[in-house]
């Protein structure tokens, strides 16, 4: 069959698309919480199909799937997700995605879009397609959200968590002024001028769940 990679935070998700892939022949050969592992993971084992999942924590699949892009990796990548927002959808295609199935859906639906990847074809899971035509078509109502950079995302996300700028640097590797230059910058770009009104943004458009705060 193939060599599959899963990328998800929650172990237990891991545990149960482990049992879904050996079961039908494929070989799952390796696992990552987060986006630097599995990048390095990934340059390393070079496996045919990567799913992952959108939100990791603090980090974004994104990232991870810019990576891949950027450096021309022939890794096919599935997003398995929670977020049903047309945005996602379409970002997650324009970023050179292969499929987007959403979590919840049956373990049949997984392996077809595995099956589908592996043939050169992208796979759009129930109503993923016409998500991804809503994201494509409809124009840019959210104040910029959808031209954001991954690395603006990761700040947003940790600023709305109430994260210090100091906390932010560190984790992302910036200097605390760069921080806050993005913060400022991001603020006015969205047009919000303050903390809970960027929190809202930020749920409402998926780049961060309440349970999260």
């Not at 935070?9 to 698309?17: F, I, K, S, T």
Request: proline fraction near 2%; hydrophobic fraction near 45%; charge should be neutral.
């Amino acid at each position: 069959m193939s060599d599959v990679y899963l990328v998800d935070d929650h172990a237990m998700m891991r545990d149960g698309l482990r049992a879904v892939l050996e079961g039908a022949g494929h070989r799952v050969v390796g696992e990552a919480e987060n986006p630097t592992t599995a990048l390095a993971d990934i340059v390393r084992l070079t496996p045919s199909v990567v799913l992952l999942d959108l939100h990791l924590g603090t980090r974004s699949g994104f990232e991870l799937l810019e990576q891949i892009a950027k450096r021309k990796l022939s890794t096919r990548v599935v997003m398995l997700t929670m977020s049903a927002q047309a945005r996602h959808v379409a970002e997650a295609m324009r970023q050179g995605a292969d499929g987007y199935v959403l979590k919840g859906s049956p373990a049949r639906e997984v392996l077809k879009a595995v099956a589908a990847v592996l043939e050169g074809r992208k796979y759009l899971g129930g109503e993923v397609a016409q998500l991804a035509v809503e994201g494509l078509t409809q124009t840019d109502d959210s104040g910029g959200i959808a031209s954001l950079s991954v690395r603006e995302r990761q700040v947003i996300q940790l600023v709305v968590q109430g994260r210090t700028s100091v906390e932010i640097g560190e984790q992302l590797h910036l200097s605390p002024k760069t921080v806050e230059s993005y913060r400022s910058r991001l603020m006015a770009k969205l047009g919000v001028s303050d903390l809970p009104a960027l929190v809202r943004l930020a749920i409402r458009e998926g780049l961060i769940s309440a349970d999260e705060l």
